[in-house]
DNA sequence: AGAGACGTTTTC
DNA sequence: GAAAACGTCTCT
């Protein structure tokens, strides 16, 4: 099951809005082709959506694929693109990091007991009470990539395949 | 399969 | 630059 996950800055005059759109490949049965939600941003998200955007300036090979897809939808029309064939795997061995949003990550204080807080110095591991959720999932149960892709506005790409 | 060790990467 | 902690390898 694969979906594609877009968040979409929209400038248009003063108002500036951030898109999120949520669509999947065509032929797929179930789910509607795509929802659209969109909520305003402010000055200071823009600037962060912005620095965000610099610090991930990458193409994949998926970009031709998702173009394809747009175009075939209607979506949208896109510039040329240089995707790199090895840059997927490069994702893949990039280290994660945790979400910061699940309970474990909320979680401020380690708990003392467990063994990865026993043997902090040399296990070097964060504490089980304190470990993302997103990360005890292992690696090869699900594909996850982020890239940013160039329409006429900058559209972060987020694809999340579950096996 | 789970625990521990450690190199390496990421965050602060 | 130091501390935190992810990924992976080895051992049990």
């Not at 108002?15 to 509607?32: E, H």
């Not at 173009?67 to 209607?74: D, K, P, T």
């Amino acid at each position: 099951m694969v979906y594609f996950w877009c968040v979409c800055l929209i400038s248009s005059g003063e108002c500036l809005k951030l898109s999120v759109i949520m669509f999947k490949p065509r032929g797929m049965s179930g789910q509607p082709l795509e929802d659209i939600y969109e909520f305003p941003m402010d000055p200071e998200e823009v600037q962060s959506v912005h620095l965000h955007r610099k610090s991930l300036e990458t193409t994949s090979p998926l970009s031709k694929y998702i173009e394809s897809e747009h175009q075939q939808a209607g979506l949208y029309s896109l510039p040329d693109l240089n995707c790199p064939l090895d840059s997927s795997t490069d994702l893949q061995k990039k280290r994660r990091s945790k979400c910061r949003k699940c309970p474990p990550c909320l979680r401020k204080q380690n708990c003392g007991s467990c063994t990865n807080c026993q043997n902090r110095r040399t296990g070097k591991q964060i504490c089980k009470m304190r470990k993302c959720d997103e990360l005890k999932r292992k690696r090869n149960e699900y594909e996850e990539r982020e890239v940013w892709i160039y329409f006429t506005c900058p559209i972060l790409v987020k694809v999340v395949t579950y096996r």
